[in-house]
């Protein structure tokens, strides 16, 4: 049965090992049902506890009610569950999608769950490398969306990736009537242009995921290559990056992007441009968009920040009822200090020592924000200012002894 599956590749996986509260985003609609239903029924096998997000966008004349009778459901089962209204005056694939990832980052912070869980599967996966080959996306964007990936301050896990819609099995859930609509891509793809391709090809669907898995596979072993350079920093050797072909400088350069700046939007023409400028000879500093710039000098080449204003660290020993405050909790004894990051620098993640340098590489964190400020107890890292706290931080709340600031920058 599904829901036997559904327990096997979760542990397989070992999608829940270390997440002992979990949040599922939960629509009411059959997908987010049957992953609720699924969660629920194996909660104890897999040693987790619940907690519940819905989004009401208001769109329907039921949506409040069935706001309520999700709000009801929860409570029969003694689960929390926050629901919150969609608050925008205009509404947009992007914009909805925007305001519920917010919502969902909010929730995780205040019921301290270090995982988000959607009820993504099979045909939405599907649906999204169309999506993204009819707005032409890179390569590199056809492989999907993946199972499993940073979000907030913990994951985003998506267990139903390996499921058909078919079978999907909650019994009890809300049609959205508008998903019967073609005012947005994403529908005419699932109610058109899927049905049309699924007739001249019966297997379309295991087509386009066999062909995301070779996508992948070419894709790793482009990154494995560039890997085995070791070109990638936050300034790329010039001399070394010219001296590889056109097809790998285009993923060289696409690499770097993704590692550092993968909150910088850049359009096709744009990418193309940078990359002709870096295969000439002379220098180069000039403004690629309102905030970042590209600075080519004979040796190397890096994309960075236009001359931010500085900051001021403001610091409050107590809760200042602001939110744009960043509340960190330390260890009650000790030397209380605020430094820059060092080569060498180490912190405490999942009870795993590992480099500071690393870690605001693996979350993708602006390079900007990569010399805030760190706050330190006995030379020990708690956190760094307007990025994250670390487990010793998380660790000191539960102690009688503890101290507790608040802190943010401002502009002078």
């Not at 049905?195 to 894709?219: G, M, V, Y």
């Not at 936050?234 to 696409?254: P, R, V």
């Not at 096709?268 to 220098?283: G, R, S, T, V």
Request: net charge neutral.
């Amino acid at each position: 049965m599904s829901k036997e599956k559904f327990l096997k590749i979760s542990k397989d996986k070992e999608y829940f090992k270390n997440h002992g509260k979990v949040l599922l985003a939960l629509s009411g609609g059959q997908d987010s049902m049957t992953l609720f239903n699924w969660l629920y029924e194996y909660k104890e096998e897999l040693s987790i506890e619940l907690v519940l997000a819905h989004v009401n966008y208001n769109l329907r004349s039921s949506a409040g009610d069935e706001a309520e009778n999700l709000k009801a459901l929860a409570d029969s089962k003694n689960i929390k569950i926050e629901i919150i209204k969609y608050q925008e005056k205009k509404f947009t694939e992007e914009l909805g999608r925007q305001f519920r990832y917010d919502f969902f980052k909010a929730m995780m912070e205040k019921h301290n769950c270090t995982v988000l869980v959607t009820a993504h599967h099979q045909n939405d996966q599907v649906e999204t490398i169309l999506m993204r080959e009819i707005t032409g996306r890179r390569l590199r964007h056809l492989t999907g969306i993946s199972d499993c990936q940073p979000f907030a301050n913990g994951q985003l896990i998506r267990p139903l990736l390996f499921f058909e819609k078919s079978e999907l099995d909650a019994p009890y859930f809300f049609e959205d009537s508008s998903n019967k609509e073609n005012d947005y891509l994403r529908n005419r793809i699932r109610n058109q242009i899927i049905p049309q391709l699924t007739k001249e090809n019966p297997q379309f669907i295991s087509a386009i995921l066999d062909l995301r898995e070779e996508i992948s596979d070419a894709q790793s072993v482009i990154k494995e290559k560039i890997e085995s350079l070791q070109i990638l920093d936050e300034k790329i050797q010039l001399m070394k990056f010219q001296s590889q072909s056109s097809a790998l400088k285009k993923f060289i350069l696409q690499e770097y992007l993704e590692k550092y700046f993968s909150h910088l939007q850049l359009n096709k023409a744009q990418f193309n441009e940078i990359l002709h400028i870096l295969e000439q000879d002379q220098q180069y500093h000039q403004a690629i968009n309102k905030t970042h710039q590209l600075i080519k000098t004979n040796e190397s080449f890096s994309i960075e920040l236009i001359n931010e204003e500085d900051k001021k660290l403001r610091v409050s020993e107590t809760d200042p009822k602001d939110a744009s405050y960043m509340k960190i909790v330390l260890a009650g004894e000790g030397r209380i200090t605020f430094r820059k990051r060092q080569s060498g620098d180490k912190i405490m993640v999942h009870g795993i020592h590992k480099k500071l340098k690393n870690y605001l590489i693996d979350k993708k964190i602006a390079l900007a924000k990569r010399e805030n400020d760190l706050i330190l107890v006995n030379d020990e890292i708690f956190a760094m200012v307007d990025v994250a706290s670390f487990d010793l931080s998380k660790q000191a709340e539960s102690d009688k002894m503890k101290r507790v600031i608040w802190v943010k920058y401002s502009q002078n």
